[in-house]
């Protein structure tokens, strides 16, 4: 009788779990179940309830690159002692706790233990990490499943032979290791097996299981064929399913006799059968060609390979294809096994594969280098399907860099291998879904990519290491130039997680070390002093970015065009961004004198737009008008003016939404109490329409100027961001109004009521929204730019426009027609959902059943946002139709796995109430319980090893603290999460996001105490919560978050009345804002200082060290060439002496000579 291995190995991790801990290793030829016999453990293994850390991994998997020091295991035992160091088990379920510290000191204690001498036992580093886990398993269960054993490194070998020893030594351990390797093609013999452990011989499929699963396959077909089939598969799965693939193809072959008897089909039975498959010595050579380039194949790179035309590539293809050892996939072809391509390469004389495996790399490499900008933005002229295939490809390209350096690595070219894996970074960090330390909202994909940075510079520096090793001494340029790049993408990759202290010790030893390289790497260089600006500016000290500022121009000075027009750019856009306004006058010329010099016209006017943006932004209205009246002059001469208007709609499009997100923050009651009423009970709110002001205007006359210049593609763009602007501010402000009004609205708030005056009336009324669509929809029809054409009915409908509403089933199907004409399947899934949405009634069943069948056709076509967004609105369809419930909750179920699949916690919770109601209104109580049990796996403090699961759990956790309404709760959840913050392995830093929640929290109770014994309570939790974040972005080198948080330190040291702690922590923040050169920061604070309470008057012995700052930093705005502020800034203090009635002394400032 055929043992149940997966039931068998279910039973050994219960065994483990409570004590008796074993290793098991299995093997077993080619496609006889191996990976499904682990995947069925997995399956009842690792379910949310299951008491431990369940790992899978692969040996040979090609997520690492081969020469490195250290194996698979070694980071795989690290990852196991983090995740279970996470363990603070409630009611004392842990026997011991973990208090480990971290488990970086596994590397040094490695290596000094490897040193001789002194007496003592020396010990090897594979001992020691398996020491480590053996340990963590006296207390704490671990299932390790591990594929492809026979592929092991030399260290991990060493590991497991350990383990193994460590296993029969003391079987009392709560671990379970299950190792499964394959037979080598043709032997009968495993490559290699752990010492001292018996070896489990899997049997072959029976015929009888291999009709099953071909009929599971194929349907119901001749049992006659299905036999045969299963016959012809010998025992292995894996061809049978091959087989099954081919017998879908042929319809005219119901008995399958002609399949059997085709080449293909005789090389996959041989394969069955433990033997290589016949083929002539020239479709060898080129099999083996191929393995190495495999297992998965590009014609264009074989073709490359071979120095063939892509045909001559694609017919040599299709002759290894009938072997049965590969087979077409799509454009691309795949060995039915890369365990098979691996033998196969392996068969090559070493010379041979190495020297394969470089051709290959360069190939690569090659083909990578030509791929498009990771930058993904949908243009007006772009259909959805050009944007996905152009995604597809950025993938691709990527995907292509990381095979390179591992076939680099592969060839010992460890230098060529860390070019290649960093290429791929700096790939990467272009990518707009890089944002900084993965802030809330960011997806799954985002923050892969963030740990994909984190692996790839790992990996790079393992091959640089191997690749010095190997030099024949002295300074090697090309290994500088990578030792460079390398540190400069390190300190990317720690801004990116707001260690800012780290990133500029990085990018500084990245500076220096690239003065010594040749002119040739002369772009290497200057990147690194870009980056350098860049984190300098991004971690606050302006005085460090100014001086990068002035390196990075001096290097440019003597730089070809190519190479500095760029850079001159970015600067310009920096600058703006960046930089106090202020010292603009003096950045600003050298910087358009230095591209117009270069010939650059479009980036000098881009230049422009980026200072103008700087100026609208802090209303300097003159500065703004000849601003933009020299931008008009420039684009007018230089024919540019629809790009001159597209930049102009775009940067006002940026100012107008920061001013909103602002406006919202200061009323959402989110940071202190809204001031609702105007009556100063919080931070002043200027009224919205106030400052939407300038910035509206510029975006009317960059319509004005995009019309007037004749080019209607631009006129479209123009409009198009006018329409998402209105959309998405209507959509925030009204936010607040649904907030708000139903609790205050009889009062009539002065803050709601302006608001509802600014989406009433003007520029973001409905008669604008409207207005624009249809100018929208003209010209878009005009172009035959059916996309946005769709797209804009889509949303018109889909907001309730009522100039649109009164036609709503005409414009619907002209929509679907322009979707089914561009084949866009989410398109018109959507628009199907919308359609089923009846707003006067109930869903329309026609409608919901088409949007059911578009979802089974188009599947194959949506990313998982996608699918789960129609699956959550297919479920809330359903919900609203009376009948049986099984339709939405199975939607809902398929919502929940695609969102808890990419990692967006936010739809998770929404999809999970529906689920919760509905489970508990059916009395399902075993799908409630499971439901309940999967946001526990969040909730709790279980173990696990996935970085990305403790960020989402993170995420989670504080989500709900900010829905709980008990604070002491809400507090108790946050300080969990800055505990977790400090186990997320890439040391990601914003755990004074925590400490900063706190302070909201307490601050929110403060407000609602009903004594003052209370009230100072409250005040001095979030004073310490606020001291913390601001110590933990002080070492971190943060100081654009240290002084915000400093704000927030001086408002609750005021609301408790320590005046003397105050003035203290406001000299800090002064001295602090001088040696960073942060302009805003002191202005702010010098209006801090000239504050004082009219009815008490102005303490006079306050006045020297307020006239001390003045003349400091008057100074200070001399030494920058900022005359204007600095004679603004006398008005100030002139006034203000003379309202506190200093008279003599305010006559004798304003004397002084004039500044400037």
Known sequence: MTLDWPAHLVEAWAHARAGEGRMIHLVGPFGSGKSAIVDGLLARAGGPTAKGAVVRAAFGARDHLPGGERGLLEGLIMRIAEGVRVIDAPDGEAGVPWLLPGVDFLRAVAQVAELPGGGGRRARPAQIHADLLLHVTRNHPVLLALDDVHQAAPQDQAILTALARGLAENPRLRLLVVCVGALPLGGDTPDWTVPGVPVERLAPLSVEALTERAAATLGSQDPERLHRLAEQAAGSARVLDRLASLAAERADDPTGQALVAEPQAQGLAALARGERPAMTAHVQADLRDAAVAGPTLETGLMARLWGVPPEAARERLAAVAATGMIFPLGDRWRFVSATLADGEALSLPAERRADLHRRVAHAMRAEAQDGPSPRQVLDVTETWSELRRRGHRVEAALDLLWRAAWHFAMAGAHLAAADAAILRVERLFQDQAMQPAAPRGVDREARERRHAVERDLGEAEAQLELARGAGEGGLDPALLAIEVRLLTARARSRELTGDYATARRLVETAVTLARHLPDTARPVRLEALRVQVEIAYASGDHNAGRASVADLLKALAHTSAADAVPLYGWLAEAVGRSEWVGLHDRIYPTLLEALRHHGAHREAIKARVDRLGAAVAVDEGPVAEMLLAEAVEEARVRGQQPYLAELLAQAATDLVLIQVDAHFDSLSGEFFPPDLFGDGEGPPVPPLRERLARPVDVLTRAEVLAESAGDPVAHLRVLSVLLALIYEVRERLGTLLHR????????????????????????FDVEQLEALTQRVLVLAQTLGLDQLYADTLYEAIDRGLPGLLADRAAHIERARAAYERLDDAYGQLTLALLEARDPDGAPEPAAL????????????????????????????????????????????????????????????????????????????????????????????????VDPLGLEFRIEHLLNLARQE????????????????????????????????????????????????????????????????????????????????????????????????????????SRALAFELGNVGELLYLFEEHMQYDPAAGFERARLPELRGFYEALVRYLLGLGAAEPAQALQRDFVRFLDGVGEVELAEAYRGEVPLG
């Open 965 to 1068: 309404p008990d604070e002491q709760k809400a507090i108790e959840m946050v300080e969990r999460c800055v505990a977790l913050f400090a186990r997320v392995p890439d040391g990601t830093a914003r755990v004074d996001e925590c400490f900063v929640e706190i302070s909201k929290l307490c601050r929110r109770r403060a407000d609602d105490a009903q004594t003052e014994a209370g009230y100072q309570d409250w005040l001095h939790r979030s004073l310490e919560a606020v001291r913390t974040a601001g110590a933990i972005n002080r070492e971190l080198g943060n100081y654009h978050r240290l002084f915000e948080e400093s704000h927030e330190l001086f408002d609750d040291l005021i609301g408790l009345g320590a005046f003397e702690d105050y003035l203290r922590a406001r000299g800090e």
């Open 849 to 944: 059943s088409r949007a059911e069948a578009l979802l089974r056709t188009g599947a194959s076509q949506l990313s998982a946002e996608q699918l789960a967004f129609a699956h959550l609105r297919l479920g809330e369809l359903r919900m609203e139709l009376e009948g049986d419930m099984e339709p939405p909750l199975a939607h809902f179920e398929a919502a929940f796995r695609l969102y808890d699949q990419v990692g967006d916690v936010q739809n998770m919770q929404t999809v999970a109430e529906f689920l919760r109601d509905v489970y508990r209104k059916q009395g399902d109580l075993g799908r409630y319980r499971v439901l309940r049990e999967r946001f526990r796996a969040l909730e709790d403090r279980a173990p696990g």
């Open 740 to 763: 708000w009004w139903p609790s205050h609205g009889a009062e009539e708030p002065l803050r709601l009521l302006e608001l509802d005056d600014l989406l009433s009336r003007g520029f």
